[in-house]
């Protein structure tokens, strides 16, 4: 005999079988609908309270904690009877489910999601090490698993490990059965070795090993340091010492190998071909100079005397007191040291001097200085000669003279050092001179030496690649004139000029200097450079010498001598040199 709760369990079974179902209104009344209707009706919400019973129509919200619930909805979607009352979403922001279905079919399902969502929980392990290192450890294991987990093991078994170079610790998160694995190989791998004689000698390319040496003893300095920080090999304690063998350029390492493989890392970044930098300088001045000197002086043997010295020639060194006397060896001496014409009279007690002097001189300087340096070093470039300077003079007892004679260099002068920047940038620093004899030092300051005419420009700029700049200039102009006269008889018009000396002085100079960095990083660039240099010297030198003159032919082949050639190109090459020096100059 049934009773009413079975009764109504028998009812609703019956309408699922002719694809209806009953929704309960909460007041009392029993909606019938179609079961595919059911899911959008007022379904009531069940919990594990009241989860419901048979064939009654339920919505149920289960929240998933280790797995995802994207993942999961499509499996119980399977398993729900979607075409009626059955419907299972998800939503992910909260990693829920919501299932609509009869309460049989929600109580199966929620046992699959509660079994489901236990298999998926991982835990953490942390497993410290005594002797390996974390980080080396960690990456071995993974690598060892990594093949092995994309076929034999399921992806939710696979488990990831993390090194924590602070606690020289490894931690591993996985299943239980796929984390003792992995704990076990890392145990395995942790292990004490013997480091004694650990030695390895690595030859360099580019670098310079005296100079690597400072620079690794301060990293391994650090390295140990940190090591010393945590419960880690002892190995890594004991130190490593850096030694460089300068006749085979290379550097000898012993100590850790934790240690001698950071080092090894470090000086491959550091073994580099560095690239070079062609830096191009033009200098260009112009001078002019115009002067004039004119001047008349008179002499009275018994009134006196209108002399001017800005003359270059005073009347006074010529004018004797005898008349007919002839140029001694001190007129001769004051003669030669004037330029220029005089002419003058000596009548009684009376004696005139005219002298007139007009200069010109120009002086035109094209210097092209180049030279090639590596990035980051000062390159000097000196192309002059040195000129004697008297420093000091002694006269000893005997009227011996003893001078002491300085040499300084003058010329040109070219210092640079060049820094690569990012996006073919070159900071230059530079320091350039020209220097020279000045044509009336010899003349007029014969006492205290020669006197020199220098430019410098000391600079720092920022220049493109192949880009020319002025690094600086000067235009210069310069008027000097002085007039001597006698008081009074130098003012008359037009007799006034036989009572004055005049004296006009013009300079012009204009410099500019420029420079070009380029930069080389490939050697066939610098090959290139070369060829391109030594054609600009050819035809200079053919344009100097004549056609008739055979230059010294070198082409681009010829100036690449790589190592895999036979000795050809440079028996040619040395062939064109002596044809080249045996001409007739």
């Known amino acids: 005999m049934l009773n009413e709760e079975q009764y109504y369990q028998f009812f609703l079974s019956v309408l699922d079988v002719y694809g209806f179902a009953v929704v309960d209104m909460h007041n009392g009344i029993l909606k019938v609908v179609r079961s595919k209707d059911a899911k959008t009706s007022a379904v009531p919400v069940a919990s594990d309270v009241s989860p419901g019973t048979g064939d009654e129509v339920v919505t149920r919200v289960v929240p998933v904690s280790n797995v995802a619930a994207r993942d999961l909805a499509p499996l119980l979607r399977q398993l729900n009877d979607n075409a009626g009352a059955g419907s299972v979403v998800h939503y992910e922001p909260s990693n829920v489910l919501l299932m609509t279905g009869r309460a049989a079919v929600m109580k199966r399902l929620m046992e699959i999601v509660e079994r489901v969502d236990k298999v998926g929980n991982r835990s953490v392990a942390t497993v410290p090490l005594t002797y390996a290192s974390a980080t080396d450890v960690a990456r071995l294991v993974t690598e060892l698993t990594k093949e092995t987990d994309k076929t034999a093991i399921p992806a939710w078994m696979t488990a990831k490990l993390v090194a924590d170079e602070r606690t020289n610790s490894v931690l591993v998160s996985g299943e239980p059965i796929s984390q003792q694995r992995i704990i076990s190989i890392i145990k395995q791998l942790d ?121 270059g020639l005073p009347i006074t060194t010529m004018v004797q007191t005898r008349q007919n006397e002839i140029l001694d060896s001190d007129q001769s001496n004051a003669l030669s040291m004037f330029n220029g014409i005089a002419a003058g ?144 008889l130098g003012d008359i018009p037009v007799l006034g000029h036989l009572f004055r000396a005049k004296s006009e002085q013009t300079a012009k100079r204009n410099l500019m200097l420029f420079i070009r960095p380029t930069i080389i990083r490939e050697r066939d660039g610098f090959r290139h450079a070369s060829a391109e240099k030594y054609q600009s010297f050819n035809q200079e030198q053919v344009q100097s010498r004549g056609k008739e003159t055979t230059a010294l032919t070198l082409n681009e082949e010829q100036l690449r001598l790589s190592p895999d050639q036979d000795d050809t190109a440079f028996r040619k090459v040395k062939a064109a040199i002596a044809a080249f020096y045996a001409q007739e100059m």
């Open 191 to 311: 292990r004490q070795e013997d480091v004694q004689g650990n030695t390895k000698v690595i030859y360099l390319k580019y670098a310079k090993a005296k100079d690597l040496v400072e620079v690794l003893t301060g990293i391994s300095s650090s390295i140990e340091n940190d090591s010393k920080k945590s419960p880690s090999t002892e190995a890594l304690r004991k130190g490593v010492t850096i030694k460089s063998h300068e006749q085979t350029n290379a550097l000898i390492l012993t100590g850790a190998p934790d240690v001698i493989r950071d080092l090894e890392n470090v000086i491959s970044q550091l073994d580099i071909r560095r690239p070079q930098v062609l830096v191009e300088a033009i200098i260009a001045e112009i001078q002019d100079a115009d002067g004039l000197n004119l001047g008349i002086q008179w002499v009275n043997k018994h009134a006196g005397v209108a002399q001017f010295t800005s003359t």
């Open 345 to 488: 009279f000596y009548q009684g007690n009376w004696a005139m001097l005219l002298t007139a002097l007009s200069t010109s001189s120009k002086n035109d300087i094209l210097a092209t200085p180049s030279i090639v340096t590596l990035d980051n070093m000062e390159a000097t470039f000196n192309v002059g000669q040195e000129v004697p300077v008297l420093s000091g003079s002694q006269t000893t007892s005997g009227d011996n003279i003893f001078n002491t004679v300085e040499r300084k260099t003058v010329g040109i002068k070219l210092r640079v050092k060049p820094q690569i920047n990012e996006g073919d940038s070159v900071l230059l620093e530079i320091e350039q001179e020209v220097s020279g004899v000045a044509d009336t030092a010899v003349a007029t300051t014969t006492d205290l030496g020669a006197t020199f005419n220098t430019r410098t420009v000391t600079n720092a700029m920022l220049v493109g690649n192949g880009e020319t700049v002025v690094v600086g200039g000067l235009l210069d102009k310069s008027i000097r004139g002085s007039e001597s006269k006698v008081p009074l």
